[in-house]
């Protein structure tokens, strides 16, 4: 068995956790049952070695022994195997009922124990190799000691008893110790089993087969919880695999027609000899193939840095207003190729965070696309401001609007609405913007009225230094 399996520590911790409950039950019972048994005997030893001390106190230690014997058998006669012994405060014996010849038979502990206490205490010790139960009650005079009285009953029963209920406890621990291990192993296959098909399904799955997913038990536990989860993940992972393969046939598709129509091109210029007007014509036709790959190439990089760790940037800062005024001359040439007016309402030493070349290219790609389906003759107007925490940032055309249908996809990659299939243009510079200021812990929100222009609002957090 692999020991560094769930399953094993399942088993471990559920067998070491019932060894241990049954063992402090089966120990409690045993304790239990010994103290009763013991109490009844330390009762009556109590109230012999009491009238004993009394009667050793009143007469001393001159009583004649055959007097001290005599007044033990009338003490003591109906009680066989019955022990009492009278020290001396040296711990010397005065009077005793056993035989001097006696063998294994120490009182020296006895007396050391029942010297240092002044109430009567209980102590089990063999005489003979029989198991006595003594009581032993220290006689003194005020604070002086003068003896010790020893009052002992044979306990080979009870200590029988309490040794035959031992035996019996440990067998039937182990009897049942056995079977309980068994069925902890039965128990753990049963909860592990879930947890094996959902390994053995994971074989199976393959970026091949994402569409593959695990049933659900409807168990209402943690498996069921678990099992939800990974097809949750199984569906995200689906949807990223699909997403990255129409990026990459999207790509595929934005590099062939510029590279085609390049080569084409320069095949045709090199096909004869030309003049010098013609030259200039054909590379003037080139350079244009050879800005929408640049664009496009650009943009798949900034896709990448979406894609990365770009939370790095969060760290810096700089002023929104001083960008968006850089910003305003570059859209002042790109709208005077159209008429285009750009009216601009910048509230200044507005500072947020971030990296300031991407904020000011998500920026950009709005403000150019506000210009593309801008009308000649119209205007387009960007306004900055504090709203609370948040620097709010305004886009807003005078264009030909956004339908319905195409608003909620225009910042998907590659997206083109149903009226823009003749402007030029990748598909990329919203869905870039938008990665961009999410990147930034900001948000984008869009409202649109067809023939009467779109508004973008961005919503940037201020820097709070």
């Not at 003194?140 to 003068?146: E, T, V, W």
């Not at 168990?219 to 097809?231: A, M, P, Q, R, Y």
């Not at 609405?417 to 869905?431: E, M, N, P």
Request: with cysteine; net charge positive; charged share 20%.
């Amino acid at each position: 068995m692999n020991t560094k399996s769930i399953r094993f520590r399942i088993l471990f911790w559920y067998s070491l956790t019932l060894f241990l409950a049954t063992s402090f039950i089966f120990g409690s019972f045993y304790l239990v049952t010994r103290q009763i048994l013991f109490q009844q005997v330390d009762k009556e030893l109590s109230v012999h070695v009491t009238k004993l001390s009394e009667i050793a106190t009143r007469q001393g230690a001159s009583t004649p022994g055959a007097m001290f014997k005599q007044q033990l058998y009338n003490e003591f006669s109906n009680i066989p195997g019955m022990v009492v012994v009278l020290l001396d405060h040296n711990g010397s014996i005065l009077r005793s009922s056993l035989s001097p010849d006696t063998p294994y038979v120490s009182f020296n502990f006895l007396f050391e124990q029942a010297k240092s206490n002044s109430e009567i205490i209980f102590l089990n010790q063999n005489v003979s190799n029989v198991p006595m139960r003594f009581a032993a009650e220290p006689i003194k005079s005020g604070n002086d000691l003068l003896g010790v009285m020893l009052v002992a009953h044979p306990i080979e029963a009870i200590q029988k008893s309490l040794d035959s209920l031992l035996d019996t406890l440990v067998f039937v621990l182990a009897i049942l110790i056995f079977p309980a291990i068994l069925g902890g192993h039965l128990v753990a296959g049963r909860i592990m089993r879930p947890i094996s098909m959902i390994s053995e399904k994971m074989v199976e799955i393959s970026s091949e087969h994402l569409d593959e997913r695990v049933n659900n038990p409807r168990s209402g536990d943690e498996i069921e919880k678990l099992i939800v989860t990974f097809n949750s993940l199984l569906d995200r992972l689906r949807e990223s695999f699909q997403r990255e393969r129409q990026f990459i046939g999207d790509v595929a598709h934005e590099l062939k027609t510029p590279i085609a129509t390049l080569k084409s091109c320069i095949e045709l210029t090199l096909s004869k000899t030309r003049t010098n007007k013609e030259y200039k014509q054909s590379f003037g036709e080139t350079i244009i193939d050879v800005n929408r790959l640049s664009t496009t190439i650009k943009n798949i990089l900034d896709l990448a840095w979406l894609g990365a760790d770009s939370g790095t940037h969060l760290d810096n800062h700089f002023d929104l207003s001083a960008v968006l005024s850089d910003l305003f001359e570059i859209a002042v040439k790109l709208g005077a190729r159209k008429h285009i007016v750009i009216k601009t309402e910048i509230e200044q030493a507005i500072v947020v965070n971030g990296a300031e070349d991407k904020v000011a290219r998500a920026i950009l790609n709005v403000i150019d696309n506000a210009i593309k389906f801008t009308p000649s003759g119209k205007s387009v107007t960007i306004s900055l401001r504090k709203k609370g925490d948040e620097a709010v940032l305004q886009i807003k055309d005078t264009g030909i609007g956004i339908p319905k249908k195409d608003l909620p996809h225009i910042f998907e990659r590659f997206y083109r609405g149903s009226k823009v299939a003749k402007t030029i243009g990748s598909g990329l510079g919203l869905a870039i913007a938008k990665g961009i200021i999410v990147a930034h812990h900001g948000s984008l929100a869009v409202t649109s009225e067809v023939g009467r222009g779109t508004t973008v609002t961005i919503f940037l957090p201020l820097n709070k230094s």
